[in-house]
């Protein structure tokens, strides 16, 4: 029982991130990488389209949960769930410029004029303030709740009694994994800028120019297996999973 549970685990936090990690970067090997991986501009490739579904994934999921009779053994967990939705439905919308990378609709006046990209969305207006906002936020939030709180758990520094909504919000500590693909998806590139003449190596390749937007892209696949992860908690506490008994 434990092996199995231990190999569904490591599937899900280890196996599931790598993959979404390294399936882009198969394409540098066999082809067509800056075809449709990350063409210019990147908004009609598939990592900028990935990240937005894995947050629009992020989002149902959330909505799901909040609804699930799961959650109502938890105090506040359901508004916690349904605010957690709204941000990452917020996130996927702001990623596609609310549709108009589909349906290519024109920008108006005050967005061509304020919006580095010139499309309509909020973080890239001005000098991208909003933009460095939500990283920080992801950053923190991956480091905080993805790595810190599970190892203070895990070693017994932090104690948190049933139904506790605390519980349920500082996941397992399988999510260290994820968590460290999202902090360091650029790494690379961060590595190189500091070496001599790595600025200039960084600037003259389009594949380090857009490396940061993996950054992102783990950030949504974190979304949903932090769900994932408070999921199994509620079911592990009230032995409930998708309205089907264990």
Do not use: C
């Not at 993996?214 to 769900?227: C, P, R, S």
């Amino acid at each position: 029982m434990g092996s199995s549970i231990l190999s569904r685990s490591a599937v899900v936090y280890i196996g599931a991130p790598a993959l979404a990690f390294f399936f882009p970067h198969l394409f540098l090997v066999v082809g067509g990488y800056y075809d449709w991986i990350m063409p210019v501009p990147r908004e009609i490739g598939f990592v900028e389209n990935a990240t937005a579904l894995f947050f629009v994934i992020g989002g149902v999921y959330a909505f799901v949960l909040a609804k699930n009779d799961l959650s109502k053994n938890v105090s506040l967990l359901r508004p916690a769930l349904v605010i957690y939705g709204i941000l990452a439905i917020f996130v996927a919308l702001e990623e596609v410029s609310y549709g108009q990378q589909f349906v290519h609709f024109n920008s108006p006046e005050w967005f061509l004029e304020n919006n580095f990209n010139k499309e309509v969305n909020l973080h890239n207006l001005g000098a991208d303030s909003l933009s460095h906002v939500m990283k920080t936020g992801g950053y923190l939030v991956a480091s905080l709740f993805g790595i810190i709180a599970p190892l203070a758990v895990l070693y017994g520094a932090v104690k948190i009694p049933k139904g506790n909504i605390i519980s349920y919000i500082i996941p397992t500590a399988w999510m260290i994994v994820p968590s460290l693909f999202h902090l360091f998806a650029n790494l690379p590139k961060t590595i190189l800028k500091v070496l001599p003449s790595g600025q200039a190596m960084v600037d003259a390749s389009q594949y380090f120019n857009e490396s940061g937007e993996y950054e992102e892209y783990m950030l949504g696949v974190w979304v949903i297996l932090f769900l994932v992860s408070a999921h199994r908690a509620l079911v592990r506490d009230y032995g409930v999973f998708a309205g089907v008994k264990n």
